[in-house]
């Protein structure tokens, strides 16, 4: 990585006007919501369609944009004695790093002031976890995919996986295999998807798995527990770390 | 200074460079001609470790660049459309350039920066500037480090007649000073009395690399527009007696 | 004048105690007074004598009670059983124990011991007394007639199997259960084969299963009374023509946790209670003819899960407000009836301002009915796609119960319930 390149995209992209809308839009939210609401277990229940998915919609088609836009630019750098390696990285930590800053003002700032807990907690780092995963989903697409428009649908089409397709396809799995103890299967499969692993998080440490009945059992017999919980921060940092070193490994080669 | 062996590149299906082999000498005013997509700026952009070739080797100053980076401290470049991140001022641009080339300030070439008058210009943000502008950076930028290579892609277009003659004068200099300078461009009559050697692609192919001198012999023309358009307009004539120049 | 009256008042008082209980006389136990032993004083007693137990720590044998006496703590006596035997049994009619700290009963699931047990009495008050850390706190075994009021019981169970009820009533008859407060027993009251029994005013929290429990127990009643984080508030099972009105039933929380289970309950009352943070407030099974009415349920998981076993009950005016569900059914037809309650997940309009909404609300959402039918659905809570069906379904319903609608919603909350 090369600190310089990353001190100049951040400073590119927090006076992007994108950027500053997203964080004000968060900030206005996740205020109004949280003033509205008096039950903080409740407010939370209700910031957690902004989490879920409107972070990542905004994180992986804002990236998906910049680095499109960017594309001449990062050619420029390419040109010049850098390592490729550490240009992509330095990049893709100056967008997490963007995108982390606006979550966090706009949503784990409020949620401390308003909702200082366990839950509260859970909420801001699956939210931070959720932006620097679909940054870098952002970055393998837009080094796979040439084209900008369909690089950018691809990466609303992946969006729409994680947050939609996906738990369709886990309710018809659900269905299928209704009559067999699944639940220990489904945590494995809902590892497949980082929204369904910081929801269901989420989820119970705002008490809601008595609600979840046997379900919501095992799977506080498993995040409830610290090697559970590790496993789970691993999974969540492979999501980030997996999509990054392909497109890493990609961009090495790249033809710019 | 740059040696190419057997340089061949494909994009899929389609080979946009055929087995090239090139030598080029410092001291030189190269011109890289040849209608569009006929692999001008694919060559330009293996050398500068831009795109990976399929086959064959590049070295520079003795050294195979593959897998490299540090050989492009020694390389210029001045794309064909400066793209830079849009919400930087063109101060920041140029501090972020001297940060990653980390040379001294007094090894620094000012000459562009001062006659383009960039200094005037220092807080305006890249998105509003117009594309003269945006050359008139490209242009400083590659100048700046006073690179041992120059390699131009398109310098003068968009850039007015002032700049275009600055920018001119500025390449005649650095050329006496032994730099290897590769220029392509479209607008053959702005270039006529700098060029000093040819490189004629087309297909993917290397046609001919010849000195001026030589080419205008061989077409029986005395300015350049006109020799190339000899070329162009008789290439299959050419093809067989060009192969072995160089 | 003022000391003749006064003269006057002293001699009816002494006539009434010396002549008016019929040759009773009071005996008195402690460290102060000639007998030490409260079973002394009960071989001494004859019926109708009151026994005063002064202050002090009574560790004796079990202490049974044979004859109609009244036993009255003064000063607050403790008896304690050392975990050996059962503290009190009485086997006799018209017996009153008031005033006393009655702690460590044995343990003992085969006989069922507790702190003051009942076998075959009538006319028994136990009242004002302190029941700490025993197997069952009060039993009452063919009891009738009997008060239990102002007790407080409270024990240190951990499991089910370790702890009997509070207290317990069995094949027992117009029993008065008012102002206990009960916390840490099994069940916090225990009624099976009870009838004409009222439970009023008591609270019972924190108990491992039920706040209150009725089996096969017909014609009873409970009001005012608070249930609070039991593993069930109330459950009513196999039982007829109840009447629950004015209880509160809240932060019963958990997995596999109700409010009030309804089991097998005909021709019944539920009015004017409040339900708040129950995972589910009523669950109903097989329950027929029931008025549920002006209660109100905010902040449960489910407010009610109405299974269609249940037929021909009527659930009108109740509040219905932030509940994640408000209500859950097993799907097919419907027997029961929704009319003008209010629900604030309501979104239709009242065009002629009369407080009725102009068109039908749909209470049960369809992932509700989904999780009913594979309760591990539920790891899609709160999921986009969730949100989407329940949209969807709401504008063109297929698969939720058609006749499961409320044809006039409140507009506003009717005044009679009571809201947090």
Redesign the interface.
């Known amino acids: 990585m ?1 600190n ?2 990353i001190k ?2 951040i ?3 927090l ?2 006007r994108t950027i500053l809308f997203y964080t004000l839009v968060l900030l206005t939210l996740s205020l109004s919501i949280f003033l509205m609401e008096d039950n903080t277990d409740k407010g939370i229940a209700s910031m957690l369609n902004l989490v879920l998915f409107v972070v990542p919609l905004v994180c992986i088609v804002f990236s998906s944009i910049y680095l499109y ?5 990062i ?10 390696q550490s240009i992509w990285l330095s990049i893709f930590m100056g967008l997490a790093t963007a995108m982390t800053l606006a979550f966090f003002i706009g949503v784990g700032i409020p949620t401390f002031i308003f909702a200082y807990s366990l839950s509260g907690i859970t909420l801001v780092i699956g939210g931070l976890l959720l932006s620097l995963i679909f940054v870098s989903i952002a970055t393998w697409t837009a080094v796979r995919i040439r084209d900008k428009s369909k690089g950018i649908g691809l990466a609303i089409i992946l969006w729409l996986y994680f947050a939609l397709i996906f738990d369709a396809m886990l309710l018809f799995l659900l269905f299928q295999f209704a009559d067999y103890p699944i639940e220990k299967m489904m945590i494995a499969v809902s590892m497949l998807n980082p929204i369904d692993i910081s929801r269901i998080l989420i989820l119970l440490e705002i008490d809601l798995s008595a609600m979840m009945g046997y379900t919501g059992a095992i799977f506080r017999d498993f995040f409830g527990t610290h090697i559970g919980m590790l496993i789970t921060v691993l999974v969540m940092l492979m999501w980030t770390a997996l999509p990054l070193w392909f497109a890493t490994r990609h961009f090495k ?4 | 200074m740059i040696k190419i062996e057997k340089l061949s ?1 494909h ?1 899929g299906k389609l080979q946009v460079l055929k087995d090239i082999d090139l030598s080029l000498t410092p001291g030189q005013c190269i011109s890289l001609i040849g209608p569009n997509g006929s692999g001008k700026t694919t060559l330009i ?1 293996t050398i ?5 070739p399929s086959s064959g080797n590049i070295y520079v100053e003795g050294k195979n660049i593959n897998r490299e ?5 020694d ?1 210029g ?1 001045m ?1 064909q ?8 001022s063109i101060g ?1 641009v140029l501090d ?2 001297i ?3 980390k040379t001294p300030s007094h090894l620094l070439d000012n000459e562009l920066y001062e006659k383009f008058e960039i200094e005037t210009m220092l807080d305006k943000r890249m998105r509003t500037l117009s594309g003269g502008t945006r050359q008139k950076v490209s242009a400083c930028l590659a100048f700046m480090f006073n690179p041992k290579v120059l390699i131009l892609d398109e310098p003068t277009a968009g850039l007015d007649p002032v700049a275009t003659e600055i920018l001119k004068e500025k390449i005649i200099r650095e050329k006496e000073k032994n730099k290897l300078i590769l220029i392509t461009s479209h607008v053959l009559s702005d270039l006529d009395d700098l060029v000093s050697q040819i490189i004629y692609m087309q297909d993917g192919e290397l046609r001919f690399h010849k000195s001026l001198a030589e080419l205008k012999a061989d077409t029986g023309t005395d300015k350049l527009s006109r020799a190339i358009a000899h070329v162009m307009g008789y290439k299959t004539m050419f093809t067989k007696e060009v192969i072995h120049e160089q | 004048m003022k000391s003749f009256l006064f003269y006057i008042l002293i001699t009816c008082v002494c006539l009434c105690m010396v002549v008016g209980p019929t040759g009773a006389t009071t005996i008195h136990v402690g460290k102060q007074h000639a007998i030490s032993s409260i079973i002394q004083a009960i071989a001494k007693a004859k019926n109708g004598d009151t026994i005063m137990v002064h202050g002090g720590l009574y560790q004796e044998e079990n202490i049974l009670i044979t004859k109609s006496l009244t036993l009255i703590g003064k000063n607050n006596p403790v008896i304690d059983a050392q975990k050996k035997h059962e503290p009190v049994s009485i086997k006799a009619n018209y017996v009153t124990i008031k005033g006393f700290t009655i702690k460590n009963s044995a343990h003992s699931s085969l006989k069922d011991i507790a702190a003051v047990k009942v076998y075959n009495g009538s006319h028994i008050a136990i009242e004002n007394n302190i029941l700490d850390n025993n197997f069952f706190g009060i039993y009452l075994q063919n009891a009738k007639n009997c008060r239990i009021e102002n007790n407080r019981l409270q024990t240190y169970g951990e499991t089910e199997r370790l702890v009997g009820n509070g207290i317990h009533a069995w094949k027992s008859d117009s029993i008065a259960i008012l102002n206990n407060e009960i916390a840490g027993h099994r069940d916090g009251i225990y009624l099976e084969f009870v009838t004409h029994t009222q439970v009023d005013r008591n609270r019972a929290q924190n108990n491992l299963r039920y706040g209150l429990h009725f089996m096969f127990s017909h014609d009873n009643q409970y009001h005012y009374n608070t249930f609070k984080a039991n593993g069930a508030g109330v459950a009513v099972m196999y039982t007829q023509r109840m009447r629950m009105e004015h209880n509160i039933f809240e932060e019963n929380w958990g997995d596999a946790t109700y409010g009030l289970l309804l089991k097998d309950i005909t021709d019944s009352y539920i009015q004017n209670n409040t339900f708040v943070k129950n995972t589910t407030g009523i669950f109903m099974e097989g329950s027929n003819r029931i008025q549920i009415q002006q209660n109100s349920f905010e902040n449960n998981g489910w407010a009610i899960k109405i299974f269609t076993s249940c037929m021909h009950n009527t659930l009108s005016r109740n509040t219905f407000i932030q509940n994640t569900f408000d209500v859950a059914t097993n799907g097919g037809k419907m027997t029961n009836t929704f009319n003008g309650n209010y629900w604030d997940q309501y979104e239709g309009y009242d065009l002629n301002k009369d407080g009725i909404g102009d068109v039908p609300h749909h209470p049960v959402s369809l992932f509700s009915m989904l999780v009913e039918r594979y309760p591990a659905a539920m790891l899609l809570f709160r999921s986009f796609m969730v949100t989407l069906f329940d949209r969807s379904e709401k504008m063109i319903p297929s698969l939720t119960p058609e006749n499961l609608k409320d044809e006039n919603p409140l507009m506003k909350p009717d005044k009679r319930t009571v809201i947090r």
């Open positions: 090369n310089k390149i100049y995209v400073s590119d992209l006076r992007n836009n960017s594309a001449e630019f050619a420029l750098l390419v040109s010049q004695p850098l390592k490729r080669k790249k033809d710019l | 590149k994009f952009k500068l470790g831009m795109v990976v980076w540090a050989y492009r401290s390389i470049y794309p459309k400066g793209e830079y991140p849009e919400n930087m920041q972020m350039m940060d990653i080339r």
